[in-house]
């Protein structure tokens, strides 16, 4: 297998993933090299004028020089010219060296995990900053098993970290992995399954019908303990479900915590993911309820959830009062984790915006970004920081129907 490769515009550098040990390494240098590159391209005006002078005074010189040689034999040459060459970006590169150290401990001295996350941290933070900048050019962000030699929840927070990354149109995200617990929590959509032919050619498949194959290969199988499964439209609708279902259960033990109860397993069907599309595939023929939670802002949605209710096994569909699960976030959450304060409504504005779109405007002026945020991007950081902000007393204010409650009391029933 090829060692990945992150592309950013026409700046390119190889990660390897074996082991370096010297701050000579490309491993610890093609990082840094990225980092100089990309510093040399925002002083290239300088850099022009200077070779410009450079080249002008050259030229004078050797004009002078053909002066003084013609008064001394004006036969010995017509002329003389100076063959200006200036110097390669790649020169101008190598001129520089950058070595890491993290505590006063050189970067090759840190264990293989931290080495990795911290490189890649580099980076997803470079990403990061050509996106906030309103970035138009494409920026493929490709890694090998990015969960070699990592903690499970920094493998987590690499997840959620590509995730928010992807959700820029202008952001594509390559990962490949050996590890069934990392693939499991993958996207379905995103999931392609790469074999090599009698033809000794690649293959690529993707899609439903081929999940059975990557659960076969990489050893997925469904969880015995699930009695009942959350259908929701996208990761950051479980995070906040998990979230605010922690803060009731710590208020009343009779509802389930769905961040840490085994008995469900949500299935995001706007994308899916791999182990619970796997789950749901063989728990159907054990007769396990489905929840269905969808957005109140796309109408059609409303007929999905009768059909969930005329199954008659036990499966419920709701539709959120509201225009979305953000829209029952409590102004002092989002302020609490973002120290910014907007104007949370149940539905959209007078300007049509709803609570991601006023967040991502706030959170993007704050922080001095040229672009907005995208919504999908705001959606995640709203679902991954401020829904934990929430207490009881916050959830009642903004829920005071118990609307979560109640879906968390019929999940309770079905799973007791």
Known sequence: MQFPTYTTFDTSSLFQSDRSSKDSDGEVQDPMKSAIAVAISEVQDDIDSIQKRVQSRTEEIASNTHEALKKIDSNLAKDLKPEFTPPTPAKWIGLFSVNLTTDG??????????????????????????????????????????????????????????????????????????????????????????????????????????????ADALGITPDSRVRALICVEGPTDVNALKALSQTLHFENNRLPDLSTDDRVAFIVLGGGNLKHWVNNNYLKGLG??????????????SEYADEVNQRGDGSRGFITQKHEIESYLHTDAINIAFGIEIEVTDHPNDEGEATPKVFAKAYSAAKGFDAIMGDGKAKMKLSDQAFSKMTAEMIKERDPEGEVEGWLGIIGEAIN
């Open 105 to 214: 401990i050189p970067l090759n001295k840190r264990g293989s995990g931290v080495r990795r996350l911290i490189l890649v941290s580099f980076f997803k933070a470079e990403a990061e900053r050509l996106l906030s900048k309103g970035n138009k050019k494409s920026i493929i962000y490709a890694i090998e098993e990015p969960e070699t030699s990592q903690h499970p929840n920094n493998q987590k927070i690499l997840q959620q970290s590509f995730t928010e990354l992807a959700n820029d149109s202008n952001c594509q995200v390559i990962l490949t992995t050996h590890s069934p617990g990392f693939a499991s929590d993958l996207p379905m959509d995103g999931v392609r399954y790469v074999t090599i032919n009698e033809d000794s050619e690649h293959e690529i498949e993707t899609g439903v019908d081929v999940l059975n194959e990557v």
């Open 288 to 301: 396990k309820p489905e929840f269905h939670i969808y957005d109140a802002d796309v109408p059609r949605y």
